[in-house]
C-alpha cells in the first residue's frame, strides 16, 4: 500500500496554467503506475494520464492530450500534472492513484491507492 497527497489545484481562468503534484510514501513508490483521474459534478471518474514506472511511456485521455503533461521524480517519490490551454469542462475534482506493477490501465477500479482529491476549477 501506498499513501498519496496530493497538492496544487484551484481557481484559474481559460487559457490558463495549473500544476499538481501528488506525494507518495510506504511502499518503493518506483514500482508504481501513477495516474490521474478527474471527476466533474454528476459524471463518473475518467482517466486523465499515466505514467510507468520508469517514466518512460505516458499516456494520456483524448481530452488532455497535448494540452496535459504527466511526469515523475522518483527521487522525490512525487508524480505531477502540469495544465495547459485549461477549459472550463477541465473543471473537476482530480485525483492522483497508484497501481503497483509495470501495466498501467485506464479503468479507476484497476487503482487500490488514491490521493484525498483536489478542486480545479476552470473559468470562462
Known amino acids: 500500500q501506498v499513501q498519496l497527497v496530493q497538492s496544487g489545484g484551484g481557481l484559474v481562468q481559460a487559457g490558463g496554467s495549473l500544476r499538481l503534484s501528488c506525494a507518495a510514501s510506504g511502499r518503493t513508490f518506483s514500482s508504481y503506475v501513477m495516474g490521474w483521474f478527474r471527476q466533474a459534478p454528476g459524471k463518473e471518474r475518467e482517466f486523465a494520464a499515466a505514467?510507468?514506472?520508469?517514466?518512460?511511456?505516458?499516456y494520456y485521455a483524448d481530452s488532455v492530450e497535448g494540452r496535459f503533461t504527466i511526469s515523475r521524480d522518483n527521487a522525490k517519490n512525487t508524480v505531477y500534472l502540469q495544465m495547459t490551454s485549461l477549459k472550463p469542462e477541465d473543471t473537476a475534482v482530480y485525483y492522483c492513484?497508484?497501481?503497483?506493477?509495470?501495466?498501467?490501465?485506464?479503468?479507476?477500479?484497476?487503482?487500490?491507492?488514491w490521493g484525498q482529491g483536489t478542486q480545479v476549477t476552470v473559468s470562462s
Open positions: 505514467i510507468t514506472w520508469s517514466g518512460g511511456r505516458t
Open positions: 492513484a497508484a497501481l503497483y506493477g509495470p501495466r498501467y490501465s485506464m479503468r479507476p477500479e484497476m487503482y487500490p491507492d
